[in-house]
Every structure is written in structure tokens, then in C-alpha cells.
């Protein structure tokens, strides 16, 4: 583990995608929350499920980072909780009345 590594991040949308849309914010956040936070920034994008993931950051020209995707065991590793842009049955739909988090 990355001694580093904060305890908790704050939810913060980044668009990392190049030509498509892909959202990430640092940290292992409920997906409802941090889906809410997508569509309020950019509603007029379709975005697929949430899902929990690891990656390490790095700088790479033109850009002010890129992220590439590791294990949780990499000593860099950021766990985020990502979607991609989506469509048709692919397209994210919030739960009525339950839980968020797969």
C-alpha cells in the first residue's frame, strides 16, 4: 500500500477521456452519489454503470496526466470509482429505492 495514499478522497468529477467521455473521481465513492455529481456536470451525456477501480497516474505530453489502469496492490495505486460514455441498454439507470453499490 502506498504509505502516501490518502485515507478518504473527496468527490471530484475528471473527464480523462480522448474521444469518448470517461468520468473518474479518486476514491471508492457510492455510486449513487458520484453518478448524481456525473449528471449535474454533464447531463447531456449518456454514461454506463459505475464501477470501482485502481490506477496510477502519470504524466504524459499534451495532457495534465493520464491514467493507466493496475491491480490494488500496485505501490501507486489510487482507487476511483469510474463510468464510461454509453448507450442503449449499456446506458447507466439509478436504482428505485435501494442501494447503489454492486
Known amino acids: 500500500m502506498n504509505p502516501k495514499r490518502p485515507a ?4 471530484e468529477i475528471e473527464n480523462v477521456g480522448e ?6 473521481s479518486k ?5 449513487s452519489d458520484f453518478m448524481t455529481e456525473v449528471k449535474k456536470r454533464f447531463s447531456r451525456w449518456p454514461m454506463g454503470h459505475p464501477y470501482h477501480a485502481y490506477v496510477v497516474r502519470a504524466p504524459r ?5 493520464f491514467y493507466y489502469p493496475c491491480e490494488s496492490t500496485h505501490p501507486y ?4 470509482t469510474c463510468t464510461d460514455e ?12 435501494g442501494a447503489d453499490n454492486e
Open 8 to 11: 478518504s478522497y473527496p468527490l
Open 19 to 24: 474521444d469518448t467521455y470517461h468520468f473518474l
Open 27 to 31: 476514491g471508492h465513492h457510492d455510486f
Open 61 to 65: 505530453k499534451g495532457y495534465s496526466a
Open 77 to 80: 495505486a489510487i482507487p476511483v
Open 86 to 97: 454509453a448507450y442503449g441498454d449499456e446506458q447507466y439507470t439509478p436504482p428505485k429505492g
